[in-house]
């Protein structure tokens, strides 16, 4: 469970540790790097998300791939700085506040990613084998049913459980929480799955029609 100190003046790292990290996982690689390339505002294109699967509707894989790196990556290096830093509490800070930062974005009005590639890099970044776990998951279900959202929410609602087996109790209760988040903002997804409207990995969205992730 999350120790904070009790003194005021001791929460000072605690609170710098969460700006640094909130304000390295709100960097939007998607858009960052779609600009770059030439195409324009990702946030134009498909479903307007700005994370790796909606990169991939541009057509342009690498950046796709470079994205869900980057994404993960913010989030790996936010943890690990937390616990090069100020310890498990710190690392566990700075792991939930750098996927709000993705998914709640300052420079884009709070409306950022969804928040899978970060969670999975932050996961790594508190316990590898977590993370393993976690993108073993994502991967074996996403070439099962070909559904990226289905993949994400299975993998990060498995996070937790993981958690509990290979790491321990406080690492467990920030998967829980990076879940929660991640669930809520897929709630689109969701009912497009419900619906049998979910686009499936790889699929462009036709004019007109539903959104993908």
């Given amino acids: 469970m999350l120790q904070l100190p009790a003194n005021l003046h001791a929460l000072w790292p605690f609170a710098l540790g969460a700006l ?88 884009l009005k709070f409306n950022g990613g969804k928040g899978m590639a970060t969670a999975l890099g ?7 084998p977590v993370g393993l776990a976690a993108c073993a998951t994502w991967a074996a279900t996403a070439a099962i049913f ?24 406080q690492r467990a209760e920030a998967a829980l929480f990076i879940a929660l988040l991640v669930w809520l903002r897929h709630h689109q997804n969701i009912r497009r799955l419900l619906k049998r409207e979910e686009p499936k990995i790889g699929a462009r969205r036709a004019e007109g029609g539903s959104p993908g992730s």
């Fill in 20 to 107: 640094i990290a909130y304000l390295l996982g709100s960097i939007p690689f998607g858009l960052v790097l779609t600009r770059l390339a030439g195409l324009g505002d990702i946030r134009k294109v498909g479903s307007g998300n700005i994370g790796a699967t909606n990169v991939l509707r541009t057509g342009h894989k690498g950046l796709a791939v470079a994205t869900l790196l980057l994404d993960g990556a913010k989030g790996a290096l936010a943890a690990v700085l937390g616990f090069r830093y100020g310890g498990p509490d710190m690392a566990v800070i700075a792991a939930v506040t750098a996927v709000i930062g993705h998914i709640f974005p300052v420079w």
């Fill in 122 to 128: 932050v996961l790594l970044g508190l316990s590898w």
């Fill in 146 to 169: 070909r559904y990226s959202s289905l993949a994400t929410l299975v993998a990060i609602a498995a996070a937790p459980a993981y958690a509990v087996y290979l790491a321990d109790r």
